[in-house]
């Protein structure tokens, strides 16, 4: 596997077959939680994520309760927090490319801090308005978009090619668990302190993160890859050339194309089905704003077990087995959603159950990809290789959302959600049609 200057074609597939780890010396048991600057890292992206997951709530609630922002501001709000996902993206990837990713991750967490320091400070002075609100979500968002890039990019240049599945394992689940409790803890600040006081603790967070991921030691040159006759070095290379090579770089490597169409398949008509799913259950099971939160939240406990998972089956079984079984398991659990009737203990139960194994398999195939991704892609190209499949998986989100609100208005919420669980079933489908469903236990060649 190249590690460092991309050829001409494309890297070949990682190895199916028994084979020792680069500078194993043999069959040597995994020490990555020896390894203190990734343990380092770990704290540090942990408490990036929930200062991140915080602040998704926080941001929101002092809008409304300090500024008394309408339902269309708020709404605003929350798009211009998510643009930078879009804007960015593959500007990210470029620039990450050409920094240190310890660089990127302490200088955005540094700004993070400052932004929700000075935003609850203003707040609590009452100097704070909407268009200043504003500014501050979308900086936060497009900081957020260069660290998660950044501490994708990290890690494959921390540990080894054998460690990654278990070194992402830990980092998705240390995610997992602050999408979990972020937004909760975010409500109970709110409502224990107050608005400000609650962006002053996602400022916190990113102190934290900043402290930790600061104090890794490995030297990490940028990454630079010497170009072929003719072609414009990294230094001279302009930022738009720089994005058109990782598009040209994902779009001619048959694995990572083949994992940006299935992620586009899956969040298209995932968009989809949650537009249809979250108008399901109240309106056509009669479910309650507490039973609905339960059902929802076991999606987080499964989330945290396929991190386990992930960290154990590939090796065993191989990637390409379980990258295409677990997206038709967990993808298929959503199909049993529009069978349910009522609004009995026994529903709520049957919908946690399909929410905990649609997380668990979920999360299985996202650590599974990254791992993936990472180990077919040089490590100059790995923070736009990341860009790329985010851009594109996540472009077609919106198109999918005004999808799923067209399918509840004109076929009705159970034949509309079942229409929309059932295109997520293209997802598996496009990997066990492309060359990932032939990946075996090993990412090293």
């Known amino acids: 596997m190249p590690s460092s200057s991309p050829s001409s074609s494309p890297p070949p597939p ?34 990036s994520q929930l200062g991140e997951h915080t602040t998704l709530v926080v941001l929101p609630l002092l809008a409304v309760l300090t500024l008394d922002a309408g339902a269309g501001q708020l709404g605003a709000l929350r798009a211009v927090g998510q ?40 707040g609590l002075l009452g100097l704070l308005g909407l268009p200043a609100l504003f500014v ?16 994708q990019a990290s890690l494959v240049r921390m540990v080894r090619r054998d460690q990654l599945v278990q070194g992402n394992s830990a980092l998705e689940g240390s995610r997992s668990a602050a999408q979990i409790g972020g937004p909760a803890l975010g409500g109970a600040l709110v409502s224990l302190l107050s608005a400000p006081f609650a962006t002053a603790s996602g400022a916190l967070f990113f102190a934290v993160s900043f402290m930790s991921l600061r104090r890794i030691r490995r030297s990490e040159a940028a990454s630079e890859r010497v170009p072929p006759a003719g072609e414009p070095s990294e230094r001279s290379a302009g930022v738009r ?18 994992v940006c169409l299935a992620s586009a398949a899956f969040q298209f008509s995932f968009a989809a089905t949650m537009t249809v799913y979250l108008l399901f259950l109240p309106r056509e099971l ?41 997206a038709a398991l967990g993808n298929g659990a959503l199909l049993c959603v529009p069978a349910l009737h009522g609004s009995s203990v026994t ?38 290789a990341a860009a790329t ?18 399918l509840a208005q004109e076929w009705g919420l159970r ?11 293209l997802s598996p489908v496009a990997m066990a049609a492309s060359p990932l469903v032939r990946l075996g236990r090993k990412l090293t060649p």
């Open 389 to 406: 499949i985010t851009f594109v998986g996540m472009g077609f989100t919106p198109l999918g959302s005004l999808l799923g609100g067209f």
């Open 83 to 122: 643009a930078p996902i879009l804007l960015l993206s593959l500007l990210a990837g470029a620039w990450v490319d050409r920094w240190r990713a310890r660089t990127v991750m302490v200088l955005t967490d540094a700004a993070r801090a400052v932004a929700l320091g000075a935003a609850a400070v203003a």
């Open 136 to 151: 501050v979500a979308f900086t936060i968002g497009a900081l957020s978009v260069l660290f998660d890039v950044a501490y």
């Open 347 to 384: 529903t709520v139960l049957a919908l946690a159950s399909a929410n905990l194994v649609f997380g668990a398999f979920s999360q299985l195939v996202n650590v599974t990809i990254m791992s993936v991704r990472q180990a077919v892609t040089p490590d100059g190209m790995q923070g736009r």
């Open 14 to 47: 990682p190895s199916g077959g028994p084979s020792r780890a680069p500078g194993s010396g043999g069959a040597v048991p995994s020490r990555l939680w020896w390894n203190a600057d990734f343990r380092r890292l770990w704290a540090g992206q942990t408490a």
């Open 286 to 326: 009669h479910l309650t704003g507490a039973a609905v939160g339960l059902a929802l939240a076991a999606t987080g406990p499964g989330a945290l077990l396929g991190s386990v998972l992930a960290a154990r089956l590939p090796g065993r079984f191989g990637h390409g087995v379980v990258l295409v079984s677990a």
């Open 415 to 425: 034949a509309g959600l079942l229409a929309a669980a059932a295109g997520m079933m």
């Open 241 to 258: 050339h720089r994005i058109h090579e990782g598009l040209r770089f994902v779009a001619g490597n048959p694995w990572l194309r083949a």
